[in-house]
C-alpha cells in the first residue's frame, strides 16, 4: 500500500508538471554526460566499481516568469560489469533509465546584482532498474544458471535536489554542468541505496 501511495504522488507530480509544461514553448534542449555513484558501492565485492557512466537527455522551458524553469529528462547508466575475480560469490550487473523532472530557480534572472552563474534545482523521478547475473559461484557451486540467481528488476522511486551552470559559448549553445543528490520515497534495500547518490554531469545546451 505505501508503495502504490508513493507511486500515485509520483504520477500526480508528474502529471502536474507536464500540464503546465504544456501552456508554453519548450526553450532548450541539453545533452549531458558524467558519472553516477552505483548502487552498491560499500559493499566489498564491488568497491572497484564504485561509478558508472551516465548520460541524460533534457527538454526545459520557462515556467510563467522568466526565473524559473522547468522540464522533463531521461538518463541511463550501466555499470558494465562482465567479470570479477571473487571466490563463493555471485554477483550482478547493474543498469537504469530514470525518468524525471525538475523545477529550476535562477537567482541571476531575479536580482540585477546576482554574480554566480548558478541554478538551484529539485525535482523528482523514477528509476527502472535491472539487475543481470553475470558470474561467480557461491560455496557450494550453483552459478547464474541455478533459480536461486535469476535477473530481476527493480522500480525506485526518488525526489532529487542539485546545482546547474550554464555558460554562453556561441550563437544558440551553452556549456552546462549539473551535479545532483537523490532522496529515495521507500525503505526496502534498492531504496535506501539512493542515499547519498550523487550524479555529476557536463554538456551541451541548445537554445530553441
Not at 11 to 39: D, E, K, P, R, Y
Not at 55 to 67: F, G
Request: proline share 2%.
Amino acid at each position: 500500500m505505501k508503495t502504490k501511495s508513493i507511486l500515485q504522488g509520483m504520477i500526480l507530480i508528474m502529471v502536474l508538471a507536464n500540464s503546465s509544461l504544456a501552456q508554453i514553448n519548450f526553450n532548450s534542449v541539453s545533452v549531458n554526460v558524467g558519472q553516477i555513484n552505483t548502487l552498491f558501492p560499500d559493499v566489498e565485492l564491488y568497491s572497484n566499481h564504485q561509478h558508472a557512466f551516465y548520460s541524460e537527455l533534457e527538454v526545459d522551458a520557462e515556467i510563467a516568469v522568466t526565473y524559473i524553469r522547468g522540464g522533463v529528462y531521461w538518463g541511463y547508466w550501466n555499470d558494465g560489469l562482465d567479470h570479477l575475480s571473487v571466490r563463493d560469490a555471485v554477483y550482478y550487473s547493474f543498469k537504469s533509465h530514470i525518468v524525471g523532472t525538475r523545477f529550476t530557480f535562477l537567482p541571476n534572472k531575479l536580482f540585477n546584482n546576482w554574480l554566480l552563474p548558478f541554478g538551484i534545482f529539485a525535482g523528482a523521478a523514477h528509476h527502472f532498474v535491472s539487475a543481470s547475473c553475470v558470474g561467480g559461484f557461491d560455496f557450494i557451486g550453483n552459478t547464474c544458471s541455478s533459480d536461486l540467481y535469476e535477473d530481476y528488476t527493480r522500480n525506485i522511486n526518488t525526489l532529487e535536489v542539485g546545482l546547474s551552470s550554464e555558460i554562453h559559448i556561441f550563437g544558440p549553445l551553452k556549456i552546462q554542468g549539473k551535479v545532483n543528490q537523490f532522496f529515495p520515497l521507500g525503505d526496502n534495500e534498492f531504496d535506501r541505496r539512493q542515499k547519498n547518490r550523487r550524479a555529476y554531469k557536463v554538456g551541451l545546451v541548445l537554445s530553441l
